[in-house]
Structure formats: C-alpha cells, structure tokens
C-alpha cells in the first residue's frame, strides 16, 4: 500500500507564503500614500526618514536607485519586496516606527 502524500507540510507552507505577502502588502501601503501602487522617492523618505532614522535622504535616494529594476524612478510591489527584506536586516532595524497589525515592524 502506498502511503497517502502528506498534504500538511505543503499547505502550510503556502500559508506561510501567504501571511509574509499579507504583511508585505501591508507594509506596502504605509509606503504608498497616495495608494497608486508604486512608491516615489518622496513616499519611501517621508517612512523611512521618520523619528530616530539612521537614514538620511541621499540614503533613501541611493536605495531607489538600487532598487529600481525597472529603472523607472520608483519602486513597484516587486521592487518593494527585496527593499523591505533588506531594511528588515540588523543595521535599519527598528527605527522608523512602522506598525504592521499593531506590531511595531523594524523598518
Ligand atoms: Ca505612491
Ligand atoms: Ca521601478
């Protein structure tokens, strides 16, 4: 008799997948103010340069850059998504006071 797959592992995983994108979304729209789907360099500095950052705006602009695939001058959800997974690293952590479903969430 064959063994039935294990569905549990898999689906737990998409859920995973499905709450870090929920967050991420979420986090896109604290960026995205004026809620046209891509983040200007104004949006992403009027965050990131908030209370006790450590970034300043050559920074934020330095980051875009980086970050624009595209090169369109701002910063889709695509783009967003690595921009935030390096902003959660050790350095920046902290430090802008977002709030992602009442958690403070580094930034
Ligand atoms: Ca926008
Ligand atoms: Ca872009």
Same mark, same amino acid.
């Given at each position: 008799?064959?063994?039935?797959?294990?569905?549990?592992?898999?689906?737990? #995983? +998409?859920?995973?997948?499905?709450?870090? +994108?929920?967050?991420?979304?979420?986090?896109? #729209?604290?960026?995205? @103010?004026?809620?046209?789907?891509?983040?200007?360099?104004? +949006?992403?500095?009027?965050?990131?340069?908030?209370?006790?950052?450590?970034?300043?705006?050559? %920074? @934020?602009?330095?980051? @875009?850059?980086?970050? !624009?695939?595209?090169?369109?001058?701002?910063?889709?959800? !695509? +783009?967003?998504?690595?921009?935030?997974?390096?902003?959660?690293m %050790?350095?920046?952590?902290g430090?802008?006071?977002?709030?992602?479903?009442?958690?403070?969430?580094?930034?």
């Amino acid at each position: 008799m064959v063994a039935a797959p294990s569905v549990a592992e898999p689906v737990a #995983a +998409e859920l995973a997948a499905k709450e870090v +994108e929920r967050r991420l979304r979420k986090a896109f #729209a604290v960026f995205d @103010v004026d809620g046209d789907g891509s983040l200007t360099v104004a +949006e992403l500095k009027a965050v990131l340069l908030r209370g006790s950052s450590p970034l300043t705006e050559e %920074d @934020v602009e330095d980051l @875009v850059e980086e970050f !624009d695939a595209n090169v369109d001058g701002v910063l889709g959800f !695509d +783009e967003f998504a690595p921009l935030w997974e390096f902003l959660n690293m %050790d350095a920046v952590r902290g430090t802008c006071g977002i709030e992602v479903d009442d958690n403070p969430m580094a930034c």
